[in-house]
Nanobody, 123 residues
Framework: QVQLVESGGGLVQAGGSLRLSCAAS????????VGWFRQAPGKERDFVSA????????VYADSVKGRFTISRDNAKNTVYLQMNSLKPEDTAVYYC????????????????WGQGTQVTVSS
């Protein structure tokens, strides 16, 4: 079993940057692909990015390509989401999630979820 804790959210002006972290418990973290999703008030949970178990494969939603970068440090049991050139429409609660298979844009594919971290981008 994996427990996930997100951090790094906050309030930032449009054009600014934030780095989210997803820290995992357990010695088998490298056996899990990790995804980031976000949910704005009144909207569905949307895929943002995902990274494979080794970190060799990454996937991004079209809305964040070129602005966000996902990475992982398996020695630290942590996945990062570097968010640059933030826009007001990026405002949401960001969740990380893990599954033992592969990168997926489909949130039901993920078995384990963190509690979320709020990102607010002001215009």
């Amino acid at each position: 079993q994996v427990q996930l804790v997100e951090s790094g959210g906050g309030l930032v002006q449009a054009g600014g940057s934030l780095r989210l972290s997803c820290a995992a418990s357990g010695r088998t973290f490298s056996s899990y692909a990790v995804g980031w999703f976000r949910q704005a008030p009144g909207k569905e949970r949307d895929f943002v990015s995902a990274i494979s178990r080794s970190g060799g494969n990454t996937v991004y939603a079209d809305s964040v390509k070129g602005r966000f970068t996902i990475s992982r440090d398996n020695a630290k049991n942590t996945v990062y989401l570097q968010m640059n050139s933030l826009k007001p429409e990026d405002t949401a609660v960001y969740y990380c999630a893990a599954n033992p298979y592969s990168t997926s844009e489909y949130y039901p594919s993920y078995n384990y979820w963190g509690q979320g971290t709020q990102v607010t981008v002001s215009s």
